[in-house]
């Protein structure tokens, strides 16, 4: 599934990344490296961007960057 | 070769950058994320004595200031924040070639002790760069509050790097930090950085560049930093490498 | 020594991307250790940071708490500010008094007297009487939000909004510096990373009202929307009608924003990234300090060094006589039938082109080129400047056009000479100017013509 798929409060862990460039540059800067595990915690009030905690950082994505990381969901 | 006179380059390289110093005043370089609390360092440590201004060429705000302890006055630059070296925004091109070109005497890298492994993206990659480095942990007293507890003598033994906490907007530690960077410009205090061991294949090919690269520069640079910087493909590396050895 | 760098590492074929991935999961595995061997953390039974974000950031109270919070602050600024101004106002034409009686016995020349007491030294008192209180209780309260991290999350907020435009979430961050003053929110655009939203947020930081001309809004507001009525409830009123302009500003900004994006700046929005920094227990005390000589002292420094010289050229006009009309008569006369157009008049449509150099200084010359004698008297209350200017024939179309010029026209000189130095380019600099003047006259225009032909006034 994609990043931006998991809802608020679940957990998931990254795949890979579909970006290439620049994006997947400042993707990679954020700690979006294959096995990080990423908690969606909440969306703003109008349902994008989305706030995750990546690596102990909260950090908003929108959907369409979000939209290029592969995450499997996990269950806590 | 260019630039035989050690020093002497590196104050023309410094001026470059628009920090001008004289050889008896060292240098001291301010890094970190943003949002650590890196400026309230900044002003604890410089009072009034700042200017600012932009790093020339670029619309980046560039900080100064100077600070005195125990008799010898320090220059202390503020580098912009930034999360990383690596991707290239003005920002982070300022900060890492003022680190790797302008040389400063010490790099005091300020750290969020609420998100300190955020912070250690930057740590490791200003580590490649630099020995002559200290880990200033900043908001202690967040960190406390949010209940998180960090052993600092384990993790300056992870990092081989002098770390010292502080609360900046409270001055707390900050004569800790004053007599560390004093200390490493005196070489009474140094470092054993523990580098980031890459993959195989990675550290073959920068065992293969540096003996090299060391054979048409010298050892003035941080070489394994340089080869990293090549493998990277860092077009703007690759030019200022060219322009200043190529005749 | 010749050579090429590029031979050294001919050989070796890591594709860059890859090698890249392979260096930054090598970082990041080893912050992970690292941080798992030095951090101990303890579960805390509640977590008030995360309550309090779930508060400001949440469908249902985020944009109310929003609202709120600046409700509060303009309320505080203009509350606060009405009586330490007077305060002020009366310490200065006291002052003024004295000078006066030190000037003519010294036996100097009227002219003198006029161009630095009455010229010079009555626009300082006045930028300073008037600017000072509102700045001095506006920069603290909003440093302290500045402090605290809650900007960041009002771009968090907001984003969906501006990535419907066509720009960046960051662009909220520029236009609260924006409020303080136009010239540090050009600056603050430097946070933008692409060019292209940059120079949307650049070219349209001018519709936030700055703290130059928030005392111009307040004081329209105060005399039209609240003059009627009691104190209590005219400050209220004012309030309501300073927050109205700034949401009218807000919608400008977006307009104008998605206006460039399809027309001059098209392009896909850029990639979007942001850090949401953890809450901060702000310094109180240090909040105040700072923000009183980094912002407040400074930006009234910048205001004061433009209104003695303006002063000065403001009397010599009001006070220099072609024929039997002095030169500001007739230079209002000449600019009257296109102000009446856009619901100005001759003379609010000079002083605003007089005020270019700091918007601070528009009302101050309207005052003085409204008063016959040509100089500025005291005016030690809201409701004698309120007399000056129905006396003068305002409605309240009048107030609320010139209420829409401030907030639309151009930059004032200091802001666009930053545009010319951020953007390297004279092309942008022009944009810059002509943009919201266009938008202020249009604006102004349609809402004069609606309102007349409706038989409002």
Same mark, same amino acid.
């Given at each position: 599934?994609?990043?931006?798929?998991?809802?608020?409060?679940e957990?998931?862990?990254?795949?890979?990344?579909?970006?290439?460039?620049?994006i997947?540059?400042?993707?990679?800067?954020?700690?979006?490296?294959?096995?990080?595990?990423?908690?969606?915690?909440r969306?703003?009030?109008?349902? =994008?961007?989305?706030?995750?905690?990546?690596?102990?950082?909260?950090? @908003?994505?929108?959907?369409?960057?979000a939209?290029?990381?592969?995450?499997?969901?996990?269950?806590? | 070769?260019?630039?035989?006179?050690?020093s002497?380059g590196?104050?023309v390289?410094?001026?470059?950058?628009?920090? *001008?110093?004289?050889?008896?005043?060292?240098?001291?370089?301010?890094?970190?994320n943003?949002?650590?609390?890196?400026s309230?360092?900044?002003n604890?440590?410089?009072?009034?004595?700042?200017?600012?201004?932009?790093w020339?060429?670029?619309?980046?705000?560039?900080?100064?200031?100077?600070?005195?302890?125990?008799?010898?006055?320090?220059?202390?630059?503020?580098l912009?924040?930034?999360?990383?070296?690596?991707?290239?925004?003005?920002?982070?091109?300022v900060?890492?070639?003022?680190?790797?070109f302008?040389?400063?005497?010490?790099?005091?890298?300020?750290?969020d002790?609420?998100? $300190?492994?955020r912070?250690?993206?930057?740590?490791?990659?200003?580590?490649?760069?630099?020995?002559?480095?200290?880990?200033? $942990?900043?908001?202690?007293?967040?960190?406390?509050?949010?209940?998180?507890?960090?052993?600092?003598?384990?993790?300056?033994?992870?990092?081989?790097?002098?770390?010292?906490?502080t609360?900046a907007?409270?001055?707390?530690?900050?004569?800790?930090?004053?007599?560390?960077?004093?200390?490493? &410009?005196?070489?009474?205090?140094t470092?054993?950085?523990?580098?980031?061991?890459?993959?195989?294949?990675?550290?073959?090919?920068?065992?293969?560049?540096?003996?090299?690269?060391?054979?048409?520069?010298?050892?003035?640079?941080?070489?394994?930093?340089?080869?990293l *910087?090549l493998?990277?493909? =860092?077009?703007?590396i690759?030019?200022?490498?060219?322009?200043?050895f190529?005749? | 020594?010749?050579?090429n760098?590029?031979?050294?590492?001919?050989?070796?074929?890591?594709?860059?991307?890859?090698?890249?991935?392979?260096?930054?999961?090598?970082?990041?595995?080893h912050?992970?250790?690292?941080?798992?061997?030095?951090?101990?953390?303890?579960?805390?039974?509640?977590?008030?940071?995360?309550?309090?974000?779930?508060?400001?950031?949440?469908?249902? !109270?985020?944009?109310?708490?929003?609202?709120?919070?600046?409700?509060?602050?303009?309320?505080?600024?203009i509350?606060?500010?009405?009586?330490?101004?007077?305060?002020?106002?009366?310490?200065?034409?006291?002052?003024e008094? *004295?000078?006066?009686?030190?000037?003519?016995n010294?036996?100097?020349?009227?002219?003198?007297?006029?161009?630095?007491?009455?010229?010079?030294?009555?626009?300082?008192?006045?930028v300073?009487?008037?600017?000072l209180?509102?700045?001095?209780?506006?920069?603290?309260?909003?440093?302290? $939000?500045?402090?605290?991290g809650?900007?960041?999350?009002?771009?968090?907020?907001?984003?969906?909004?501006?990535k419907?435009?066509?720009t960046?979430?960051?662009?909220?961050?520029?236009?609260?510096?924006?409020?303080?003053?136009?010239? @540090?929110?050009?600056?603050?655009c430097?946070?933008?990373?692409?060019?292209?939203?940059?120079?949307?947020?650049?070219?349209?930081?001018?519709?936030?009202?700055?703290?130059?001309?928030?005392?111009?809004?307040?004081?329209?507001?105060?005399?039209?929307?609240?003059?009627?009525?009691v104190?209590?409830?005219?400050?209220?009123?004012?309030?309501?009608a300073v927050?109205?302009?700034?949401?009218?500003?807000?919608?400008?900004?977006?307009?104008?924003?998605?206006?460039?994006?399809? !027309?001059?700046l098209?392009?896909?929005?850029? !990639?979007?990234?942001?850090?949401?920094?953890?809450?901060?227990?702000?310094?109180?005390?240090? &909040?105040?300090?700072?923000s009183?000589?980094?912002?407040?002292?400074?930006?009234?420094?910048?205001?004061?060094?433009?209104a003695?010289p303006?002063?000065?050229?403001?009397?010599?006009?009001?006070?220099?006589?072609?024929?039997?009309?002095?030169?500001?008569?007739?230079?209002?006369?000449?600019?009257?039938?296109?102000?009446? @157009?856009?619901?100005?008049?001759?003379?609010?449509?000079m002083?605003?082109?007089?005020?270019?150099?700091?918007n601070?200084?528009v009302?101050?010359?309207?005052? /003085?080129?409204?008063?016959?004698?040509?100089?500025?008297?005291?005016?030690?209350?809201?409701?004698?400047?309120?007399?000056?200017?129905?006396?003068?024939?305002?409605?309240?179309?009048?107030? $609320?056009?010139? /209420?829409l010029?401030?907030l639309?026209?151009?930059?004032?000189?200091?802001?666009?000479?930053?545009?010319?130095?951020?953007?390297?380019?004279?092309?942008w600099?022009?944009?810059?100017?002509?943009?919201?003047?266009?938008?202020?006259?249009? &604006?102004?225009?349609?809402? @004069?013509?609606?309102?007349?032909?409706l038989?409002?006034?």
């Amino acid at each position: 599934m994609k990043m931006f798929e998991i809802q608020p409060g679940e957990y998931a862990r990254v795949r890979s990344l579909e970006a290439e460039g620049n994006i997947r540059r400042r993707l990679l800067d954020l700690g979006l490296v294959p096995g990080t595990l990423v908690q969606n915690i909440r969306r703003s009030p109008l349902g =994008d961007p989305t706030l995750y905690a990546i690596r102990g950082a909260m950090i @908003a994505l929108r959907k369409e960057e979000a939209g290029l990381v592969n995450v499997d969901k996990e269950e806590r | 070769m260019g630039l035989t006179n050690q020093s002497s380059g590196i104050n023309v390289l410094r001026e470059r950058f628009n920090v *001008k110093s004289n050889l008896e005043q060292p240098v001291i370089a301010l890094a970190g994320n943003p949002n650590t609390g890196k400026s309230t360092v900044f002003n604890a440590l410089t009072g009034l004595n700042q200017h600012t201004g932009n790093w020339p060429g670029k619309t980046v705000l560039q900080a100064q200031g100077t600070f005195s302890y125990k008799g010898v006055e320090y220059r202390l630059v503020d580098l912009p924040g930034t999360y990383s070296l690596l991707a290239n925004s003005a920002e982070e091109e300022v900060a890492r070639d003022f680190i790797y070109f302008g040389n400063p005497d010490v790099t005091v890298v300020v750290g969020d002790a609420t998100c $300190l492994e955020r912070n250690l993206n930057l740590v490791y990659q200003i580590m490649e760069i630099t020995p002559k480095w200290i880990f200033c $942990l900043n908001l202690m007293d967040e960190a406390k509050r949010k209940k998180v507890y960090i052993n600092i003598e384990k993790l300056s033994e992870k990092l081989g790097i002098p770390v010292i906490p502080t609360v900046a907007r409270k001055e707390e530690g900050l004569t800790d930090l004053k007599e560390a960077i004093a200390g490493m &410009v005196r070489g009474e205090l140094t470092t054993r950085p523990r580098l980031v061991r890459y993959d195989r294949e990675i550290e073959e090919a920068l065992d293969y560049l540096v003996p090299r690269l060391s054979s048409v520069i010298g050892e003035r640079y941080n070489l394994r930093w340089l080869a990293l *910087k090549l493998l990277d493909g =860092d077009q703007q590396i690759i030019n200022h490498l060219q322009a200043q050895f190529s005749n | 020594m010749a050579m090429n760098i590029k031979d050294i590492y001919k050989g070796l074929d890591i594709p860059a991307d890859i090698f890249r991935d392979k260096v930054v999961k090598s970082i990041y595995a080893h912050a992970e250790e690292t941080a798992k061997d030095v951090i101990i953390r303890e579960n805390k039974r509640v977590d008030w940071d995360k309550k309090l974000d779930d508060f400001l950031t949440s469908p249902l !109270t985020g944009f109310p708490v929003m609202l709120l919070l600046l409700g509060i602050i303009f309320w505080l600024t203009i509350a606060g500010a009405n009586v330490p101004s007077g305060i002020l106002s009366d310490l200065f034409f006291g002052i003024e008094d *004295k000078l006066s009686a030190l000037v003519l016995n010294a036996g100097l020349p009227a002219w003198f007297h006029g161009l630095f007491i009455q010229g010079a030294y009555r626009t300082l008192a006045w930028v300073v009487s008037v600017m000072l209180p509102p700045m001095a209780i506006f920069f603290p309260l909003f440093t302290l $939000l500045e402090d605290l991290g809650y900007l960041p999350r009002v771009a968090f907020n907001l984003d969906r909004v501006f990535k419907a435009c066509g720009t960046h979430g960051k662009q909220v961050l520029t236009m609260c510096m924006g409020f303080g003053c136009n010239a @540090a929110g050009v600056i603050s655009c430097r946070i933008i990373d692409s060019p292209r939203e940059k120079l949307i947020a650049v070219l349209t930081n001018n519709f936030v009202p700055c703290n130059g001309r928030f005392p111009t809004l307040i004081a329209i507001a105060m005399i039209f929307m609240g003059g009627a009525l009691v104190l209590e409830k005219s400050t209220m009123l004012a309030t309501i009608a300073v927050i109205g302009m700034i949401l009218i500003g807000i919608t400008a900004t977006l307009l104008v924003s998605l206006f460039l994006s399809k !027309t001059l700046l098209r392009g896909i929005p850029s !990639t979007f990234t942001l850090e949401i920094p953890p809450f901060r227990k702000p310094q109180v005390g240090k &909040v105040i300090v700072r923000s009183i000589f980094d912002r407040t002292i400074f930006v009234l420094f910048r205001a004061m060094t433009v209104a003695a010289p303006a002063g000065i050229i403001i009397w010599l006009a009001a006070n220099v006589y072609v024929g039997n009309t002095s030169i500001l008569a007739a230079a209002a006369a000449f600019l009257d039938p296109f102000a009446r @157009a856009i619901g100005l008049d001759g003379f609010i449509l000079m002083a605003f082109i007089l005020g270019l150099p700091a918007n601070e200084i528009v009302l101050p010359i309207l005052i /003085m080129a409204y008063l016959s004698t040509g100089a500025m008297v005291e005016l030690d209350s809201i409701e004698e400047m309120g007399n000056l200017f129905l006396n003068h024939g305002w409605t309240w179309l009048t107030a $609320l056009c010139t /209420m829409l010029f401030s907030l639309l026209h151009y930059p004032c000189g200091t802001t666009l000479l930053t545009i010319a130095k951020e953007t390297k380019s004279i092309k942008w600099t022009l944009t810059a100017f002509l943009l919201p003047t266009t938008v202020a006259v249009l &604006v102004c225009f349609c809402v @004069a013509q609606t309102v007349r032909i409706l038989g409002l006034v």
